[in-house]
T-cell receptor
């Protein structure tokens, strides 16, 4: 498994501002992922962050809105830019670890964002 | 695109009852993952399945990887109040290629347990 921490755990922000969310892992990992969970909904992948390369964004998500940094193998940040109330969600980071077949991910506790 | 259909959407049961939920996909999967999310927390991995037909237990939880590779189920036996939460199935977005793939999630099953 993996021990993952996120900061902040929650925040209330004003429309038009930006918030940077930090994700720290207890050991080096190749791939980190950022997900969004809108109220009452399931998880949706925003982007994949590999160390040393640009993040890869999923359809419907763009770098200008959700810039991501991955400066080393244990840390990543996601910024939610120019926020609107529609950005109110839980933002989660996850890391991939190989299981018996490969595709296993472990999640951080999430950052609960409310935009007023 | 790929979708995971998870059912039921919600369940209200009495403590001590058994629970069953399932996920189906139109695509073949090589991995099925089951997560539980408590309020205010991130999803916690319960069981990971990697082979068709695989049956795996974790305490009172049992999950199976369907033989068609297009479905999976999760059973909880003798439910207790702390089983309350949202249960998600998940699988790799590129179902067959393997490796560290992006995940897609089912819509979740919301479980309430009455003492």
């Amino acid at each position: 498994s993996a021990v993952i921490s996120q900061k902040p755990s929650r925040d209330i922000c004003q429309r038009g501002t930006s918030l940077t969310i930090q994700c720290q892992v207890d050991s080096q990992v190749t791939m980190m992922f950022w997900y969004r969970q809108q109220p009452g909904q399931s998880l949706t992948l925003i982007a994949t962050a590999n160390q040393g390369s640009e993040a890869t964004y999923e359809s419907g998500f763009v770098i200008d809105k959700f810039p991501i940094s991955r400066p080393n193998l244990t840390f990543s940040t996601l910024t939610v830019s120019n926020m609107s109330p529609e950005d109110s969600s839980i933002y989660l980071c996850s890391v991939a670890r190989g299981g018996g077949g490969g595709d296993t991910q472990y999640f951080g506790p999430g950052t609960r964002l409310t935009v007023l | 695109g790929q979708q995971l259909n998870q059912s039921p959407q919600s369940m209200f049961i009495q403590e001590g009852e058994d629970v069953s939920m399932n996920c189906t996909s139109s695509s073949i999967f090589n991995t099925w993952l089951w997560y539980k999310q408590d309020p205010g927390e991130g999803p916690v991995l319960l069981i990971a399945l990697y082979k068709a037909g695989e049956l795996t237990s974790n305490g009172r939880l049992t999950a199976q990887f369907g033989t068609t590779r297009k479905d999976s189920f999760l059973n909880i036996s003798a439910s207790i109040p702390s089983d309350v939460g949202i249960y998600f199935c998940a699988g790799p977005k590129a179902p067959i290629s393997g490796g560290y793939n992006k995940l897609i999630f089912g819509a979740g099953t919301r479980l309430a347990v009455h003492p």
